[in-house]
């Protein structure tokens, strides 16, 4: 990085900065704004707009490390196409929600794709974070490398919580080679049997990234080396195998039609075990996560099916919410936690005002 961009850089961030320390000492609430590509995952908060956007660019890239750093307003696209350049992706597949996506969105959203089962959810890449308390405090936790645990904890605290604790300024993440072969093996299937087969295809050391089911078929994605590959679809035999099959980028971007916003119908995410029944009266658009993930609309009893989803060790959230709608319910000795650390970090409730923090 040159002087000037360092300048900038440390402008930018010295503006955010000020901004929240003029906020604390008025106790004037903040609404963190970075690409607003993904309003409908969280509803808006109240606030001063904080605009982080401008605090722009990839501060180290070590390709040999398996190590990226970007300040919080790079866009996701910039981050992806320097990584495809070398080889590498981030293996969690976050949903690119737009062009505007920035990666501190990807890391307060916390949001993963089809591959979270088998690779590992945005916590389980991410290394580091910088971060502006509600104090207007500067702090770094984490680092560079897997092996300086020193404050990883709240690293991996920090994403998801839709910026609860304070504003990303920084990111460090683990990134993935890219596997040399990927295809997608589909089977016609009613509900029953792809559950069934859901739950006995992890049971074999087939290299799995993704396994869904769309309410007619049920998808099998493998990668990894072409012999690990060929052998899966040999062992397998499906009807029909696909080296390029879109459904995985539609469900990663929210884009598959029966996840589309819909005026005055929330669109319901719940992440269960994949052995867990469906809520009574419910039955899934779509299934992903080999069954961990399911979606929903039309729900009647929206605190019923809370209450199931919680008895079977999940939790629930709701997008583009209906009115009287809560968008979010974490367990309860988890929305303890996040209540504690927050009251550390934030003390005068600046951030995340009016809304509840995801923490999924």
């Known amino acids: 990085m040159n002087g000037q961009a360092a300048g900038q850089a440390g402008a930018t961030l010295g503006a955010i900065v ?5 906020a604390y000492a008025d106790r004037r609430p903040l609404a963190i704004v970075g690409g607003g590509t993904r309003a409908r995952f969280a509803p808006p908060a109240a606030g001063e707009a904080l605009r982080v956007a401008a605090h722009a660019g990839i501060v180290s890239y070590e390709p040999s490390e398996l190590v990226i750093t970007a300040r919080a307003g790079t866009p996701l696209a910039e ?21 505007a996506s920035t990666i501190g969105g990807v890391v307060a959203s916390g949001l993963s794709g089809p591959a979270r089962p088998y690779r590992g959810s945005v916590r389980d890449f991410v290394l580091g974070v910088e971060l ?10 984490g680092g560079q490398v897997m092996k300086n645990v020193a404050g990883y904890d709240v690293a991996r605290l920090v994403t998801g919580a839709c910026g609860a604790l304070g ?13 040399a072969r990927e295809a997608t093996l589909r089977w016609p299937l009613a509900r029953t049997d792809a559950l069934a087969r859901m739950l006995e295809l992890p ?20 990668a990894g080396s072409a012999a690990a590959v060929e052998d899966a679809v040999a062992r397998l035999a499906p009807p029909e195998v696909v ?13 598959e039609p029966r996840l589309a916003a819909r005026a005055g119908e929330s669109l319901w995410r719940v992440a269960v075990p994949p052995a867990a029944p469906d809520a009574p009266g ?12 399911r979606w929903l609309r039309g729900v009647d009893d929206a605190a019923a099916l809370r209450d ?20 979010a319910m974490p367990a309860a000795p988890l929305r303890a936690l996040m209540a504690r650390v927050k009251r550390a970090f934030d003390p005068h409730a600046l951030f995340d005002a009016g809304r509840g923090a995801e923490v999924a």
């Open 243 to 255: 080296d390029d099959d879109a459904s995985w980028t539609a469900l990663r971007d929210y884009a």
């Open 167 to 179: 504003v990303i300024t920084e990111v460090s993440l683990r990134v993935l080679p890219r596997p």
């Open 282 to 293: 419910t039955a899934p658009l779509l299934v992903d996560w080999g069954g961990g993930l």
């Open 132 to 141: 502006v308390n509600g104090r207007g405090e500067a702090l770094r936790f």
């Open 308 to 327: 199931h989803v919680a008895a079977c060790g999940g939790h629930v959230t709701a997008y583009d919410t209906a009115a009287g709608v809560a968008p």
């Open 18 to 22: 000020e901004q929240v320390r003029a």
């Open 79 to 99: 981050v992806e196409e320097a990584l495809a350049a070398r080889g590498q992706m981030l293996g969690f597949e976050p949903p690119r929600s737009g062009t």
């Open 203 to 222: 049971r074999r050391p087939w290299p799995i990234t993704g396994l869904s089911w769309d309410g007619e078929l049920l998808r099998l994605r493998v």
